[in-house]
């Protein structure tokens, strides 16, 4: 079965200072990864999505970068955190010939 | 380009009454539809989704949802809410190409 692990669960970061969250992921080889993001009283917004090592596309332009260095993990990073990064980050997979996107646990970020 | 508009950013329901969620899409080709679950700090679980043939889709949880393309709607319902449905829901709608869009969410809350 596919599982998403997130770390870590919980993150709070003075503005400036730099980010690095991990996703790994569990099952079938070559997902589809995605990060997205979910601020407060807001919905899902899709950040970046990736179909395989070093491959990564971004949706939207902002303060946030990721990187695919092995098939199973995702990262995403920041050199500068502003106080808008603040949200819930969920990692995404989604295997082939599987009509759905299976979620991870999730990061809390909150930069003061 | 897809777009889910979720009506009701907040539904209070009694234990043992109707759950509605409305959802409406809008897509330029027939899309995927889902509805997911998320309770508090936690990722995101599949409730159900519609992908080809029967449009009236059960779920988990008692759950169910009808396709109407006619309507471009795909509603969340259960016929009998429980407190342990309290918790945010999101519509979401995908070309196919695996992409998802999601709505706002839906906070329930249900009293007893």
């Known amino acids: 079965s596919q599982t998403i692990h997130q770390w870590p669960a919980t993150l709070v970061q003075p503005v400036g200072s730099p980010l690095s969250l991990e996703c790994t992921v569990e099952?079938?080889?070559?997902?589809?990864l995605y990060w997205y993001r979910q601020a407060a009283g807001r919905g899902l917004q899709l950040l970046f999505y990736?179909?395989?090592?070093?491959?990564i596309s971004s949706e939207v332009p902002q303060n946030l970068s990721a990187s695919r260095p092995q098939d199973r993990q995702f990262i995403l990073s920041s050199k500068k955190l502003l106080l808008s990064d603040s949200g819930f980050y969920l990692c995404?997979?989604?295997?082939?010939?599987?009509?759905?996107?299976?979620f991870g646990p999730g990061t809390r970020l909150t930069v003061l | 380009a897809q777009s889910v508009t979720q009506l009701g950013s907040h539904v209070s329901v009694s234990e043992g009454a109707l759950v509605l969620l409305r959802c409406n899409y809008s897509?330029?080709?027939?899309?995927?539809l889902f509805w997911y679950v998320q309770y508090p700090n936690q990722g995101l679980q599949l409730l159900l989704k519609?992908?080809?043939?029967?449009?009236l889709v059960k779920g988990i949880n008692g759950f169910e949802a009808e396709f109407k393309k006619s309507e471009t709607s795909f509603h969340l319902t259960k016929p009998s809410a429980h407190m342990s449905d309290a918790a945010e829901y999101f519509c979401?709608?995908?070309?196919?190409?695996?992409?998802?869009?999601f709505g706002a969410g839906t906070t329930v809350t249900v009293r007893a």
């Open positions: 995404a997979g989604h295997w082939g010939g599987i009509d759905t996107q299976y």
């Open positions: 099952g079938t080889s070559n997902p589809n």
């Open positions: 990736s179909i395989g090592i070093d491959q």
């Open positions: 897509s330029s080709v027939p899309p995927y």
């Open positions: 519609y992908t080809t043939g029967a449009t």
């Open positions: 979401a709608v995908s070309p196919n190409d695996y992409k998802l869009s």
